[in-house]
């Protein structure tokens, strides 16, 4: 289940919410049964016809009701958050030629170590779009 909601604000800006709810069950006796809320936001820019920027964010919580960290079940159930975040920047030097700026956050913790990351990933490049 998901709500979305999305605002412009004139021609060359518009920012927008979400927020979802996502129940899974797996066919293994339940142990991966989880229900995830998601919590995201989004924003667009283009102040010309030549730059765009975009920023956008999604939390995510999760419960295991069944899952223990560790399959150990003195360890407590498992637990786990996730982070995601994006930023990109271009600037159109002819109608199909660009050069862009990327930057992608994703930040995920637990309590079961196996499943606990940081990545970081940077771009600059150039793209042709046909």
């Given at each position: 289940?998901?709500l979305?909601?999305?605002q412009?604000?004139?021609?060359?800006?518009w920012?927008?919410f979400?927020v979802?709810?996502t129940?899974?069950?797996?066919?293994?006796?339940?142990?991966?049964?989880y229900?995830?809320?998601s919590?995201g936001?989004?924003?667009?820019?283009?102040?010309?016809?030549r730059?765009?920027?975009?920023?956008?964010?999604?939390?995510r919580?999760?419960?295991?009701p069944?899952?223990f960290?560790?399959?150990?079940?003195?360890?407590?159930?498992?637990?786990q958050?996730?982070?995601?975040?994006?930023?990109?920047?271009?600037?159109?030097?002819?109608?199909r030629?660009s050069?862009f700026?990327?930057?992608?956050?994703?930040?995920?913790t637990?309590?079961?170590?196996r499943?606990q990351?940081?990545?970081?990933?940077?771009?600059?490049?150039?793209?042709?779009e046909?």
């Amino acid at each position: 289940l998901t709500l979305r909601a999305r605002q412009r604000l004139g021609r060359s800006m518009w920012f927008g919410f979400d927020v979802q709810r996502t129940e899974r069950t797996d066919q293994y006796v339940g142990y991966y049964d989880y229900s995830r809320d998601s919590f995201g936001a989004e924003f667009h820019w283009s102040p010309g016809y030549r730059f765009d920027f975009e920023i956008s964010g999604v939390y995510r919580l999760y419960d295991f009701p069944n899952a223990f960290a560790f399959h150990e079940p003195t360890a407590g159930t498992r637990t786990q958050e996730s982070f995601n975040a994006e930023l990109l920047a271009s600037y159109r030097i002819t109608p199909r030629l660009s050069i862009f700026a990327e930057a992608k956050l994703r930040e995920r913790t637990s309590n079961d170590l196996r499943i606990q990351y940081d990545r970081n990933q940077y771009a600059i490049g150039v793209r042709w779009e046909q």
